[in-house]
């Protein structure tokens, strides 16, 4: 079995094996999530001790319709391979002590493997069965374990998502087509439909692959779901829905819809990156008016996916790598984000700004981690956060269009005046009548390790974040070109 193969079985065997495990579950969770992080730690260190040059394959002969197992891995996918194995095994310590079926244990692992098959894949049929995959066991955990409006949400959730998916399924249909009437060749391989003249339906192409990877990301108007979606999502399925799977949206942009349509992306690019700046814009604006702590999470969220397409549609070696960079930091800080939230409602069944107050002295391990994360979130120099912002904005600047790195300033004001007033709302603003606050015991052991190892990197990439840029940047050239 070679080692892009093992990067998706792996957590595929860990969620049969959980499923078998019973009681045994979460430990069984635990071994598989650690050599999902060793096998993706193996295939990545090489691609970052070469800056990113090595490409590794993996293949087989082509089936019906041109349908073959082709993977492969470069910076770019392989450090999202990473981040799904790294917060797949946060998740699992997060929620170590919940009293859940195997099945919970379960549906993360058969997660980590589909988003890891959706990074790998070069097949596009094989892209699309993975794609889908990832819906199902997001829909449970959401469905069987999330708040009171769970089922609602769920719903609203896979219906979205899937719709956008048929979109893309039928602009990949008429790619494929296109190319066997030009050529007599059938094939799904990503390579080789590159460059086929797709005449008159191009548009029409391009745009059922923005809404099918649009809605992943999500992009405004496309958005409506994800609120409610982390709203009713147990504390470690927000994690891995913002964490890693709204990058599925950004990936999809990157390496299917430009190299496939690039004439009509260029064309577009004024109207593209309007919605981006507009998406950086209106979850700022949107998370300022929210008086619940993960409502607020989950529109901050928009607001930074914003300026990650921001970065991708400025079309600027500098762009791209800071959306790249970007993905990877969001992850990260967003993921501490909502596990601090979790831990937060575990404690007091509570999140409004209102509930709470003085809670940095009765909790000053919370406080402390929150806010470092919120300094994250909103872009402080030397932390993670910044790094890809201002990448993303020197992007636009440098582009054809100059005016929306305006736009992407005032989004990035916006995020310290939604995120800092509720910092002081929640934990250095005095009690109110209604504060939940004598509820909540400052933070375990368990609970500080997982945080400090997310700060940790946090600190890491915001003042070394060199290796990084030069293991994404040659995923990125061709983009560039």
């Known amino acids: 079995m070679s080692l892009l193969t093992a990067l998706w079985v792996v957590p ?28 993706s730690a193996a295939a990545l260190r090489p691609v970052l001790a070469s800056s990113g040059a090595g490409l590794a394959l993996a293949g087989g002969a082509p089936g019906a319709f041109g349908v073959s197992y082709a993977l492969a891995a470069d910076g770019l996918s392989l450090s999202l391979v990473g981040l799904t194995a790294f917060l797949n095994l946060i998740c699992v310590a997060a929620s170590w002590d919940l009293d859940v079926s195997a099945g919970y244990w379960a549906c993360f692992q058969a997660l980590a493997c589909a988003l890891c098959g959706v990074f790998l894949a070069r097949d596009l049929f094989l892209f699309y069965i993975f794609w889908e995959a990832t819906l199902i066991p997001m829909f449970f955990i959401i469905g069987l374990w999330g708040s009171d409006n769970r089922r609602r949400a769920a719903l609203k959730f896979f219906i979205f998502t899937f719709a956008g998916s048929i979109f893309m399924l039928l602009a990949l249909i008429a790619v494929v087509v296109l190319h066997q009437r030009a050529t007599g060749e059938w094939t799904w391989n990503l390579a080789a439909l590159r460059g086929t003249d797709l005449g008159p339906a191009a548009p029409w192409i391009f745009l059922g692959l923005l809404v099918g990877f649009g809605v992943k990301v999500p992009m405004v108007p496309l958005h409506t779901w994800l609120p409610d979606a982390h709203t009713e999502a147990p504390a470690a399925g927000s994690v891995m829905l913002a964490g890693v799977m709204l ?24 109207l593209l990156t309007l919605l981006a700046a507009i998406s950086a814009v209106y979850g700022a604006l949107c998370a300022m008016a929210q008086t619940d702590l993960k409502r607020l999470v989950a529109y901050s969220s928009i607001a930074h996916l914003g300026f990650c397409l921001l970065g991708v549609f ?96 005032i989004g990035v004001t916006l995020a310290a005046v939604y995120a800092l007033p509720a910092y002081q709302a929640v934990f250095w603003a005095p009690e109110g009548p209604g504060s939940v606050s004598a509820k909540v015991r400052d933070l375990g052991a368990r609970e500080s390790g997982i945080l400090w190892t997310l700060c940790a990197l946090m600190l890491w990439i915001g003042l070394a974040p060199q290796p990084w840029l030069a293991a994404l940047a040659p995923s990125l050239r061709g983009l560039v070109r």
């Open 12 to 39: 595929l065997a860990g969620a049969v094996a959980c499923a078998l495990s019973g009681r045994a579950a979460r430990w069984t969770s635990l071994a598989f999530s650690l050599a999902a992080l060793a096998l």
């Open 247 to 270: 990058k599925m949206g950004v990936y999809g942009i990157l390496r299917v819809a430009l190299p496939l349509a690039p004439t009509v992306a260029a064309a577009w690019m004024p």
């Open 314 to 409: 400025s079309g600027t070696a500098q762009g791209l790598a800071g959306a790249a960079l970007l993905m990877i930091n969001h992850g990260i800080t967003t993921g501490a984000l909502f596990l601090l939230v979790g831990f937060l409602y575990e404690r007091a069944h509570k999140r409004g700004l209102s509930d709470f107050g003085g809670l940095a002295e009765r909790a000053p391990r919370l406080a402390f981690f929150f806010g470092f994360s919120i300094m994250a979130s909103i872009g402080l120099p030397g932390l993670n956060g910044f790094v890809g912002e201002f990448l993303c904005l020197s992007g636009i600047w440098q582009s054809s269009l100059p005016i929306f790195a305006v736009l992407g300033v």
